[in-house]
């Protein structure tokens, strides 16, 4: 069975980091690019950053960078995301997600992590 | 900057019936525009890719047509299980993806 689950989720102070993981099973991990998407509290979904197969190109939402950093390790089959000096407006559930080849969308998603920014 | 616009925001409607989802993007994105439902609680899950083909494991009542700037889905009788939120994405603005902000779909 394809899946992806994420973790690393929690509570932290505004300025604080933290790290979330996805794992992944069911399919070749290394031959996709990966993205992590959010959605805060009762709103839509917004596209946070990607990582290529072999990690040679990534990309962030202007919102998110020179904060997050997306990385991925293939021989784990994992998926990671360093969040550094988060704010409120940070707080979301995070999921990731696969993106499909070819068709510019995301075929399979895991079933989210909570990150709560707040003093 | 794409925007996607997605109308109406909310639709009322009873099982059976058929239901009409619009997205409207502020420019072409020739035929890469996603539809995914997400239910309370759930992660989104991918319905229809590239405009008009059905994703893997999803029913045939469901379908989306369109190309350029408007797009449509189309849930042709609804069931219960189809009461839901509804996303439109594109990523024409290669690498972002932008998604449009909902349609949700409840139970008249």
């Known amino acids: 069975e394809v899946q992806l689950v994420e973790s690393g989720g929690g509570l932290v102070k505004p300025g604080g980091s933290l790290r979330l993981s996805c794992a992944a099973s069911?399919?070749?991990?290394?031959?996709?690019?990966m993205n992590w998407v959010r959605q805060a509290p009762g709103k839509g979904l917004e596209w946070v950053s990607s990582?290529?197969?072999?990690?040679?190109?990534?990309y962030y939402a202007d919102s998110v960078k020179g904060r997050f950093t997306i990385s991925r390790d293939n021989a784990k089959n994992s998926l990671y995301l360093q969040m550094n000096s988060l704010r409120a407006e940070d707080t979301a559930v995070y999921y990731c997600?696969?993106?499909?080849?070819?068709?510019?969308?995301?075929?399979?998603w895991g079933q989210g992590t909570t990150v709560t920014v707040s003093s | 900057e794409i925007v996607l616009t997605q109308s109406p925001a909310t639709l009322s409607l009873s099982p059976g019936e058929r239901a009409t989802l619009s997205c409207r993007a502020s420019?072409?994105?020739?035929?890469?525009l996603a539809w995914y439902q997400q239910k309370p609680g759930q992660a989104p899950r991918l319905l229809i890719y590239?405009?008009?083909n059905r994703a893997t494991g999803i029913p045939a009542r469901f379908s989306g047509s369109g190309s350029g700037t408007d797009f449509t889905l189309t849930i042709s009788s609804l069931e219960p299980e189809d009461f839901a939120v509804y996303y439109c994405?594109?990523?024409?603005?290669?690498?972002?993806?932008?998604f449009g902000p909902g349609t949700k779909v409840d139970i008249k």
């Open positions: 994405q594109q990523r024409s603005n290669w690498p972002e993806f932008t």
């Open positions: 997600a696969r993106e499909d080849s070819g068709s510019y969308c995301m075929d399979v």
């Open positions: 990582i290529s197969s072999s990690s040679s190109y990534i």
């Open positions: 590239d405009a008009s």
């Open positions: 069911g399919f070749t991990f290394s031959s996709y690019s």
């Open positions: 420019q072409s994105v020739s035929s890469y």
